[in-house]
């Protein structure tokens, strides 16, 4: 499996709409994503961010819609077992009983992908590429919460990914630690190449990495443009949710 250029996916999103009993989730999302581009959406909590990322992984049938990977659409039969497609989960996800090696590794020796010594070989470079070299033998509960990132972000490389999804990527995270994730997703852009689609709901992170800024609320996308272009928006909804000002009446008053 190299990394060239030409592994990076486009990903198009089509009047997704999806209702969990009498709640409307997604009310028809449509947006594209190009080729290694990093592609990130915003929203406040309950805007339906997480639910759009599980339905480009297939975690999610919609109720209407389509997404499509290079044209083809998800929906069909083994389309997505086409594609090498990783994520990274909000709580990072790494099993408490294995070490970070066996962790990183896991996907390439359940599904004996590579002989082991091999095995032992990728885990160490996609450690070393986020800064985690020697970290092999911790456990998770001896990583903290910026290095549980940074293994779940190698475990999502072993696969040599063509698109990769971040849910919340630097949730829980200090600020100091936020920056350091987020220079891990733009070194990614330059060493792989892969598609990047990130949700947040960090304005900062999504300013300081994102190629082009989606912002949806309550299920519809409000706007698609680079960070330049989203700083200009005229939506009083976008404007209010991009702001840094913090405007707290004094109850003295």
Same mark, same amino acid.
């Given at each position: 499996?190299?990394s060239?250029?030409?592994n =990076? ?15 409307e989730?997604l009310?028809?999302?449509?947006? +594209?994503? +190009?080729?290694?581009? @990093?592609?990130?959406?915003?929203g !406040? ?12 992984i297939?975690l ?9 990977? +290079? ?7 083994n389309v ?8 990274v ?5 790494l ?5 970070v ?7 390439l020796?359940e599904?004996? &992908?590579?002989?082991?010594?091999? @095995? ?8 070393? &590429?986020?800064?985690?070299?020697? *970290?092999?033998?911790?456990m !998770?509960?001896e990583?903290?919460?910026g290095?549980?990132?940074? *293994?779940?972000? *190698?475990? =999502? &490389?072993?696969?040599?990914p063509? &698109? ?11 600020? @100091?630690?936020?920056?350091?994730? =987020?220079?891990? @997703?733009l +070194? ?5 190449? =892969?598609?990047?689609?990130v ?6 992170l ?8 989606a ?8 706007f ?30």
């Open positions: 499996m190299n060239n250029n030409n =990076a996916v486009d990903v198009k999103v089509i009047n997704l709409k999806k209702k969990f009993e009498d709640i989730v009310k028809g999302v449509s947006f +594209n994503v +190009n080729p290694g581009e @990093i592609f990130v959406i915003i !406040p909590s309950g805007s339906g961010k997480s639910v759009l990322l599980k339905h480009i297939g999610e049938t919609p109720d209407e819609g389509d997404i499509l990977i +290079n044209g083809e659409s998800i929906l069909g039969a997505l077992a086409k594609y090498r497609i990783a994520m989960f909000q709580s990072s996800a099993l408490n009983s294995l070490t090696e066996e962790n990183v590794g896991l996907y020796t599904h004996r &992908l590579k002989p082991p010594e091999e @095995i032992k070989k990728i885990v160490s470079e996609k450690l070393e &590429l986020v800064g985690l070299k020697g *970290a092999e033998n911790k !998770p509960s990583l903290s919460g290095m549980r990132k940074r *293994a779940a972000i *190698a475990r =999502a &490389l072993v696969i040599e063509q &698109l990769i999804l971040f849910d919340e990527p630097t949730s829980e995270l200090d600020p @100091i630690i936020a920056v350091t994730i =987020a220079e891990e @997703i +070194n990614l852009k330059k060493r792989i190449n =892969a598609t990047s689609i949700v947040t709901h960090d304005r900062d999504a300013f300081a990495i994102g190629d082009r800024i912002m949806l609320y309550e299920g519809k996308l409000l698609v443009g680079t960070p330049d272009k989203i700083r200009e928006c005229r939506d009083p909804i976008v404007k209010r949710f991009i702001s840094t000002e913090l405007n707290i009446s004094n109850h003295n008053e």
